[in-house]
């Protein structure tokens, strides 16, 4: 199985700074026929259930602000959130689909400082 | 908007058998290219899959618990269902139903609000 590790596990940032998580795989999640990265990002505010935000390792979803992108290629990965607001609060989860069971890293606790 | 909801016993025994419901609503799980799976997530820690299945009865599950989940669909009232047997409070999550593109692990863009399950005698 693929194991998923993200750093840090918690994070403190202050409003409107960047914020940085980063995901490393076990092994290459990246298709090579198709050249694609097989990585997600998820938001989990408290209380509620996992938000897509990002697919394919850098394809925000719709409806997703700007300031938050995704980069990285292989077997690491990064989730920037470029000017943090108060609503960005919550844990951060990468999840590899390049291979079943697909598996999620331990997540990050995103807060403001 | 399509909208999943989870629904089912909160509290089950150990060593009985739980099972939960997924209803879709404002859209049909009648369609190729999607698969529907549920997904666990016990209390302050991270994300399990479960395994997912087709609306044509075809299911995928994750080895770790193959052994004691069974998925299942009842296409014509747009559900999905999971089993699991045999619980310990190692069980003890909240359950979430969600859907996946394309390939049964594959990211998921939909997600029911949870259902929360507790195994405790």
């Known amino acids: 199985d693929i194991v998923m590790t993200q750093s840090p596990d918690s994070l403190a940032v202050s409003l409107g700074e960047r914020a940085t998580i980063n995901c490393k795989s076990s092994?290459?999640?990246?298709?090579?026929?198709?050249?694609?990265?097989?990585l997600a990002w998820y938001q989990q505010r408290p209380g509620q259930p996992p938000k897509l935000l990002i697919s394919w390792a850098s394809t925000r979803e719709s409806g997703v602000p700007d300031r938050f992108s995704g980069s990285g290629s292989g077997t690491d990965f990064t989730l920037t959130i470029s000017s943090l607001q108060a609503e960005d609060v919550a844990v951060y989860y990468c999840?590899?689909?390049?291979?079943?069971?697909?598996?999620f890293g331990q997540g990050t606790k995103l807060e403001i400082k | 908007q399509l909208q999943l909801q989870e629904s089912g016993p909160g509290l089950v025994k150990p060593s009985e058998t739980m099972s939960l419901t997924c209803t879709a609503s404002g859209g049909s799980i009648i369609i190729d290219n999607y698969y529907w799976g549920w997904i666990r997530q016990p209390p302050g820690r991270g994300l399990e899959w479960i395994g997912s299945?087709?609306?044509?009865?075809?299911?995928y599950y994750n080895p770790s618990l193959k052994s004691r989940v069974t998925i299942s669909v009842d296409a014509s009232k747009n559900q999905f269902s999971v089993t699991m047997k045999s619980v310990t409070v190692a069980d003890t999550a909240m359950y979430f139903c969600?859907?996946?593109?394309?390939?049964?692990?594959?990211?998921?863009?939909?997600w029911g609000q949870g259902a929360l399950v507790t195994v405790s005698s």
């Open positions: 092994q290459s999640v990246l298709y090579n026929s198709n050249n694609k990265n097989y």
């Open positions: 999840q590899q689909y390049y291979d079943s069971p697909c598996s």
């Open positions: 969600a859907r996946a593109h394309t390939v049964p692990y594959r990211y998921f863009d939909y």
């Open positions: 299945i087709h609306y044509s009865g075809s299911t």
